[in-house]
């Protein structure tokens, strides 16, 4: 995920470090290392839309932890509603547990954004879970990250 996010960063344009900006419900400015990008690396992560989602996934996950202090506990199944299980680093299990889905951009504006947080409001509504969700979109370009919280 690490390459894939290093891909992306890449792709854009940017040079490590990057400043990455978290905003919505949370708020913060990370200076990002990433990997320099070699040839291999590229091939790898060649689906553009694959190496979004894992960079995106990369991403949102250490946003998560440095800011909140959860941890990935557990990959979600396909047709929940949402990607991973989250807890805090201090007690990682399943009590006290939260959701993440998550999305990447490439190169998007405000208005592609906002579209997808609502597209992912829409997707947990369906989860039959009251557990608190994160919605992190990635947008690569700016970069930045938006996470809100529901």
């Known amino acids: ?30 200076g990002v290392r990433f990997l320099e990008v070699t040839r291999q ?43 991973y299980w989250l807890a805090p680093e201090t007690n990682p299990l399943f009590r006290n547990a939260s959701r993440l889905e998550v999305s990447g951009i490439r190169r998007g504006g405000e208005r592609e954004i906002r579209a997808r947080i609502r597209a992912k409001e829409r997707q947990i509504a369906h989860s039959a879970t009251s557990l608190p969700v994160y919605i992190a979109v990635v947008e690569f370009g700016a970069p930045l990250v938006r996470v809100v919280i529901r």
């Open 41 to 83: 690396m590229r091939n790898a992560h060649h689906d553009n839309q694959e190496a979004t989602e894992f960079g995106a996934c990369a991403i949102a996950a250490l946003v998560l932890r440095d800011l909140m202090g959860l941890t990935v506990l557990r990959r979600s199944k396909k047709g929940t509603g949402f990607d």
């Open 1 to 30: 995920m690490a390459e894939a996010a290093s891909v992306c960063f890449n792709e854009r344009g940017h040079r490590s470090p990057v400043d990455l900006h978290v905003d919505g419900d949370l708020s913060a400015v990370f």
